[in-house]
């Protein structure tokens, strides 16, 4: 893979989801210089973006306003490549936007994954696969993201409902320490099966800095290479994530802007 396919393949992580998965309500626009997605059913910049703008000279101004009436009343933000980001900086500072976080892209050529053991050898790594598996998953994950209590049974059966589809191309992996759970993981494979896209993560307060999240970053890898992927992905926050998987051996090929309006 050249350097153009690895930057295709960690920018795909926005839009390069199962297809039966794909609820017919969400909208998109797909096309050379413009990518963006809206979900009108969820009024939060997280589920509706702009993940490629790359319009330049008179089309610049016209693709924005078409982009403000493509979301309508709907909040949104924009994930840019830095030199998209800086063409579009004047247009979105004038109506109120701003960054609000930058990450590297970053990417890692399976082929030169040693195997290395982790650290944590008290602690289990685990596929999420049984109902207890998922409610582990639900319970460690709200307890770092302080999710409500009320939420959880919701947030129970859309796990379920996707670890059971014979569709998935991805998954969830718990640490397990003494049987209970201290940190989850997940991740998703492109259409082709030669990308797994590395999601979200996260260590219970209690057991972070023991070198938890890199051991679950080297399962993934394990876990890629087994399903004969080629490369490994993940868009990560600078200053977070991204200094610790560069020392586990990624490379960043990009970066990007994270736009948001704050009025």
Not at 87 to 100: A, M, N, P, V
Not at 184 to 201: A, L, P
């Amino acid at each position: 893979m050249n350097k153009s396919d690895v930057i295709k393949a960690i920018e795909a992580h926005h839009w390069d989801y199962e297809k039966e998965w794909i609820p017919a309500y969400i909208e998109t626009i797909e096309e050379d210089g413009l990518r963006a997605i809206k979900n009108p059913r969820m009024h939060n910049v997280l589920s509706n973006k702009v993940v490629e703008f790359s319009s330049e000279g008179h089309q610049l101004v016209q693709q924005w306003e078409r982009t403000k009436t493509f979301f309508g009343n709907v909040p949104f933000s924009l994930w840019l490549e830095s030199m998209q980001s800086e063409l579009l900086s004047s247009l979105l500072e004038k109506d109120g936007f701003s960054i609000t976080e930058k990450y590297d892209g970053l990417g890692f050529m399976l082929n030169q994954f040693k195997g290395k053991r982790g650290i944590n050898t008290n602690i289990d790594y685990i596929d999420v696969e049984s109902d207890e598996d998922i409610r582990n998953l639900v319970e460690v994950s709200s307890l770092i993201w302080e999710y409500p209590k009320d939420q959880e049974e919701s947030l129970f059966n859309q796990r379920k409902s996707y670890i059971t589809s014979p569709y998935r191309n991805g998954g969830y992996i718990l640490g397990l320490k003494d049987a209970k759970p201290v940190a989850y993981s997940n991740y998703r494979y492109s259409s082709d099966g030669k990308t797994m896209f590395m999601n979200g993560s996260g260590v219970l307060p209690g057991h972070r800095h023991q070198g938890i999240y890199s051991d679950m970053v080297k399962f993934r890898l394990a876990h890629a290479i087994s399903r004969g992927a080629l490369l490994a992905t993940c868009q990560a926050r600078r200053g977070h994530s991204s200094p610790v998987l560069r020392k586990l051996g990624f490379q960043k090929y990009s970066t990007y802007d994270y736009w948001v309006y704050k009025g």
